[in-house]
């Protein structure tokens, strides 16, 4: 069974950067594409950002195009989401996912397309 665990969370004020890691256990890692959402108090998990199993293709949403970077090291079976610019409505707790099946992502893509989760990283961003 995949395990991920996220980190890097914390307090930041708006403007400022942060940068998550997410480790996966097992020799898989690198056929898989992962994923960051987050969900903030009271509203739906939502999607953050993407990337292929290659590395070759990524995606962000709207809201963080252009401040968050997802980038990945199959060496270390570790993914990554450096956020820069930070704002208050960036504020929501962080997962990572891996996708569901090998070598597969679309876009849009869909949440029930990825599993396993990580437990969150809490990222709190300050006014």
């Known amino acids: 069974q995949v395990q991920l665990v996220e980190s890097g969370g914390g307090l930041v004020q708006a403007g400022g950067s942060l940068r998550l890691s997410c480790a996966a256990s097992?020799?898989?890692?690198?056929?898989?594409?992962m994923a960051w959402f987050r969900q903030a108090p009271g509203k739906e998990r939502e999607f953050v950002t993407a990337?292929?199993?290659?590395?070759?293709?990524?995606y962000y949403a709207d809201s963080v195009k252009g401040r968050f970077t997802i980038s990945r090291d199959n060496g270390k079976s570790t993914v990554y989401l450096q956020m820069n610019g930070l704002k208050p409505e960036d504020t929501a707790r962080y997962y990572c996912?891996?996708?569901?099946?090998?070598?597969?992502?679309?876009?849009?893509?869909?949440?029930?397309?990825?599993?396993?989760w990580g437990q969150g990283t809490q990222v709190t961003v300050s006014s």
């Open positions: 990337m292929s199993w290659s590395g070759h293709r990524t």
């Open positions: 097992g020799p898989t890692f690198r056929f898989y594409a």
């Open positions: 996912a891996r996708h569901r099946r090998a070598y597969e992502l679309k876009y849009p893509t869909e949440i029930a397309d990825f599993g396993p």
